[in-house]
T-cell receptor
């Protein structure tokens, strides 16, 4: 079965630095990969989607890369701010039974220190 | 345009009771998904429904759990005879079409079930 690995340990980073979060997966390569943000006691919020034929995607201070050879996605937040502190979830969209099933990693908790 | 609405936000049940969680998808969305999140664990897929149909329930426990999405009204996730291990956050999500072509799904704020 598909396995998705994200750093289970929290990532602490100084304000203004670039935060880099890792998502590794095994077995099948997904057609799409998504990143979500989740705050404590809240539902996940969609941030970015990247397709398998895209190497990189950007949105404001966010950048996602997708390496299907390494089976890895990296999620970068540049000029990080304390407000970026949250748990970030990687999600794979795998085709199954004629539709795509979304499978989530366990998430990495990011803490931006002022 | 209201987002995905879930209620109740918090629910406390004694062992053996029934829990009923409701989800109203975003306006215009006819596809609903339920996920469960245990403390310190990721979101686990439970079931995917379209109006009046269960498309994929591969993540649902075989017993005590059921889901429906009637023609009128919200989607319901029902847990009978709850046990302590059912304590978790249950998230509902919806989308305009099925999860094809990277279609984005939108999550509600979750229903936190505590079994005492």
């Amino acid at each position: 079965s598909q396995k998705i690995e994200q750093n289970s340990e929290a990532l602490n980073i100084q304000e203004g630095k670039t935060a880099t979060l890792t998502c590794n997966y095994t077995n099948y390569s997904p057609a799409y990969l998504q990143w979500y943000r989740q705050d404590p006691g809240r539902g996940p919020v969609f941030l970015l989607l990247i397709r398998e034929n895209e190497k990189e995607k950007r949105k404001e201070r966010l950048k996602v890369t997708f390496d299907t050879t390494l089976k890895q996605s990296l999620f970068h937040i540049t000029a990080s701010q304390p407000a970026d502190s949250a748990t970030y979830l990687c999600a794979l969209l795998l085709t199954r039974g004629g539709y795509q099933k979304v499978t989530f990693g366990t998430g990495t908790k990011l803490q931006v220190i002022p | 345009n209201a987002g995905v609405m879930q209620n109740p936000r918090h629910l406390v049940r004694r062992r053996g009771q029934e829990a009923r969680l409701r989800c109203s998808p975003m306006k215009g969305h006819s596809h609903v998904y339920w996920y469960r999140q245990l403390p310190e664990e990721g979101l686990k897929f439970m079931v995917y429904l379209q109006k009046e149909n269960i498309i994929d329930e591969s993540g649902m426990p075989k017993e005590r759990f059921s889901a429906e999405f009637p023609k009128e009204g919200p989607s319901i996730l029902r847990i009978q005879q709850v046990v302590r291990g059912d304590s978790a956050a249950y998230f509902c999500a919806s989308s305009t079409t099925g999860p094809r072509s990277g279609n984005t799904i939108y999550f509600g704020e979750g229903s936190w079930l505590t079994v005492v």
